[in-house]
């Protein structure tokens, strides 16, 4: 008798971003169905870093890596292409007469509409689309429309990573509050930092910015700040993560990286730069984080850092 196959697809994240997240609901995925197939696509990067967060687990995956367009193409009918050519390659090539589950990783506002399409036409598949940062994209006055808004395939359901975030939509959009579901913001039992390996800085105050920086982030404002302490020789600031493409190197000049400032932080080095810190600081922008279940905030709890 065949089994029935789990298929994960990333569509959008091209390196360790949402790593950590990805690798707690494979480890869930796998707890549920034990001995039930279980396929990962994305990234080769990413599957990377989700195999090393996943450790010894990660061996009942099966890894397809795929080419995606660049994390911060801005929308336009170019990308449009590339995004339904992405699904069409995972339904015609990936998902299969097995499948019985189907799990979209992370979302944009260009993917939601031709992977919807592409569910249409795959009626017996339960699916889940978890959304990150897209909810307040889709949240802003001119964008309710058709990728989320319009009726989606009856066998699929969106899950949000928080109980404020659920609540929030489903008070404005009634019509879908009964296909909205809370994850509570997964995390494995390896993320959790080793307070040993890194000691805290005794002789300086660190600022340190945690993640991937980007402009919706605040990471322009944290800069700012270094350039206006940069004659305190007792502080210092730090970028534990890398720059997005939508940000300048220029931007370093008062802002300390251990690494390359495009190069991806491996977890355990990431870890240890968070347990140097004095302090987190995460200047996001409420427009684009009052839908979005941070996991800065989250790395900033888990190591006891004031924020």
């Not at 091209?14 to 990962?40: K, R, S």
């Not at 995606?68 to 995972?90: D, F, I, N, T």
């Not at 993640?211 to 404002?221: I, L, R, S």
Request: positive net charge; contains cysteine; proline residues 9%.
């Amino acid at each position: 008798m065949r089994q029935a196959t789990t298929v994960a697809v990333e569509p959008t994240c091209v390196d360790a971003e949402h790593g950590p997240v990805n690798a707690a609901i494979l480890a869930t995925t796998l707890q549920a169905f034990p001995q039930q197939p279980l396929i990962m696509a994305g990234a080769g990067a990413h599957l990377t870093a989700v195999r090393e967060i996943l450790g010894p687990a990660g061996a009942g995956v099966e890894w397809r890596e795929m080419d995606l367009p660049p994390r911060h193409m801005p929308p336009s009918r170019e990308r449009r292409k590339l995004e339904a050519r992405l699904w069409q390659g995972v339904f015609s090539n990936i998902v299969n007469g097995d499948t019985r589950r189907f799990l979209s990783l992370s979302s944009s506002e260009s993917n939601l509409l031709p992977m919807k399409f592409r569910l249409w036409t795959r009626p017996s598949i339960a699916a889940v689309s978890v959304l990150h940062s897209v909810v307040g994209n889709l949240m802003a006055s001119r964008q309710r429309k058709l990728e989320w808004w319009a009726i989606p395939p009856p066998h699929l359901r969106w899950v949000v990573l928080s109980r404020h975030i659920q609540q929030r939509v489903a008070a404005l959009f009634p019509a879908i509050a009964s296909r909205l579901c809370v994850l509570p913001h997964p995390l494995l039992p390896q993320a959790q930092p080793d307070p040993e390996s890194a000691p805290v800085d005794t002789e300086r105050v660190v600022f340190t910015f945690p993640g991937v920086a980007t402009p919706e982030k605040g990471f322009a404002d944290f800069c700012r700040l270094a350039e206006s302490a940069a004659g305190i020789r007792s502080a210092k600031f730090v970028l534990a993560g890398r720059l997005s493409e939508a940000v300048p190197d220029n931007l370093l000049r008062f802002v300390e990286m251990p690494h390359s400032p495009k190069e991806r932080m491996d977890r355990p080095s990431y870890q240890a730069a968070l347990q140097r810190a004095t302090y987190l600081v995460c200047p996001f922008r409420r427009d684009a984080y009052e839908f979005t279940a941070s996991g800065s905030i989250l790395d900033a709890l888990i190591h006891q850092k004031p924020l």
